[in-house]
C-alpha cells in the first residue's frame, strides 16, 4: 500500500532484508578488486541491465505504457557522454570537454529532455500504437547517428577517453543503480505512483475521477527514459566505445524487457531478479551452448513465460504473501 506521507516506508523496516540488501551490495563493491576483469564486465553488465529494467517497469509494469523505445535513451545518453569526454573524435569544440561524471549527468539530462519534448506525441497515440511509435523513434535515432559518421564514427564506432578506471566507474555505477531503485521505489510509493497505478488499472476511470492521465504517463516516460540515459552514459565511460549498430540497438530492448517479464513486471523486485536471473542464464549458456546459446535462451524464456507468466519474483515470494508480489500479479493479470 502507497504511503503518501513517507515514499520510503517499509523498505527499511524489515531488518532481515535490510542486513541480506547490505551484505549483497558489499560482495558487489568488491568484485573489481578480487575477481578478474571478465567478471566484472559481467557483473557491470548486469548493473545495467538492472537499471535498464527498473526504469522501464516505471512506465509499462507501473504506468501501463509499454514503449519498445527505451534502447534510444540508453543509447542517447551513451553517445553524449561520449561526446563531452572526447569532444574532439567528433570535431566538437575542446571547450566543452568534461569530467566523466559531469558528461554522464548531461546524458541522463538530455535523455529526459528528449523524452520530455517526445511524450506529448507519442502519447497520442495509445496501446500497440504508442509502442510502435517509440520503436520508430528509436530507429530513427540510431540511422540519424549511422548517418552522421562525424558524430557516431558510424559504423566503425566512436571511441572514449576519460579520467576514471574502471574500478571507480564500476563503483559509481554500483551507486547509482542503487539510487536509481530508491527514487523508483519513492515515484511509486508516491501520489503519482498512485496517478500511474490508476491509469494502469483504467485510464478511463481515473479520468472521471481527476486523474490526468498526461501527466502522470509524462511523469513515469520522462523520469524512466533519463535513468535510461544514466545508464547509457556510465556504459560508454565502463567500456570506453560506442556504436550506434551496437549501443541503439533492439536487443538492449528485448533484453530489457525479458528482464523484467523474468522477475516480474509492476513489482519492485522484479527486475532485480529478473537481471541476475538473466545474466546467469546467458553467461552459462555462451560458455556452455556456443552458437546455439540464443536459441536456447529464447525458448527456455516462452517455457517460462507460459508456466510462470507473474515471473519468477511472485513464485518465489507466493509462500510468503509480499504485498508487492500481490501488486505484481493483478498487473501480470491485466498485461495477460
Do not use: C
Not at 546524458?107 to 517526445?118: D, W
Amino acid at each position: 500500500m502507497a504511503s503518501l506521507t513517507d515514499p520510503f516506508e517499509g523498505i527499511f523496516d524489515n531488518r532481515r532484508r535490510l542486513a541480506a540488501s547490505v551484505v549483497v551490495l558489499l560482495a558487489l563493491a568488491v568484485v573489481p578488486f578480487t575477481t578478474t576483469p571478465y567478471i566484472t564486465d559481467i557483473v557491470f553488465t548486469g548493473l545495467v541491465f538492472v537499471m535498464l529494467g527498473v526504469s522501464w517497469n516505471l512506465i509499462a509494469g507501473y504506468a501501463g505504457q509499454i514503449s519498445l523505445g527505451h534502447h534510444a535513451f540508453f543509447g542517447l545518453g551513451a553517445f553524449v557522454s561520449a561526446w563531452l569526454t572526447t569532444p574532439a573524435r567528433a570535431n566538437l569544440p575542446e571547450a566543452i570537454q568534461s569530467p566523466a561524471l559531469l558528461a554522464i549527468a548531461v546524458g541522463a539530462l538530455v535523455a529526459g529532455l528528449l523524452a520530455l519534448v517526445l511524450g506529448p506525441i507519442l502519447f497520442r497515440l495509445t496501446g500497440h500504437y504508442f509502442a510502435i511509435g517509440t520503436l520508430a523513434v528509436a530507429a530513427i535515432i540510431q540511422l540519424v547517428l549511422l548517418d552522421q559518421r562525424r558524430f557516431s564514427g558510424g559504423s566503425t564506432g566512436y571511441y572514449v577517453q576519460n579520467n576514471l578506471g574502471d574500478s571507480a566507474t564500476f563503483l559509481l555505477m554500483l551507486a547509482a543503480t542503487v539510487l536509481v531503485v530508491l527514487v523508483t521505489y519513492a515515484i511509486v510509493n508516491s501520489r503519482s505512483g498512485l496517478g500511474m497505478r490508476a491509469i494502469h488499472d483504467d485510464e478511463d476511470a481515473a479520468s472521471s475521477l481527476g486523474v490526468n492521465p498526461l501527466r502522470y504517463k509524462m511523469i513515469a516516460f520522462v523520469v524512466s527514459a533519463a535513468m535510461a540515459g544514466l545508464a547509457g552514459g556510465f556504459y560508454a565511460q565502463f567500456t570506453l566505445y560506442v556504436n550506434p549498430d551496437s549501443t541503439l540497438g533492439v536487443p538492449w530492448m528485448v533484453d530489457t524487457l525479458v528482464v523484467v517479464v523474468l522477475g516480474g513486471m509492476g513489482t519492485m523486485v522484479g527486475p532485480l531478479v529478473g537481471a541476475g536471473l538473466f545474466l546467469s542464464l546467458d553467461t552459462v549458456l555462451r560458455e556452455t551452448a556456443g552458437e546455439f546459446a540464443t536459441t536456447i535462451e529464447g525458448a527456455l524464456i516462452i517455457i517460462f513465460i507460459i508456466f510462470v507468466p507473474g515471473g519468477l519474483y511472485k513464485l518465489l515470494s507466493d509462500r510468503y504473501g509480499s504485498d508487492d508480489a500481490v501488486e505484481g500479479d493483478a498487473t501480470a493479470e491485466q498485461a495477460e
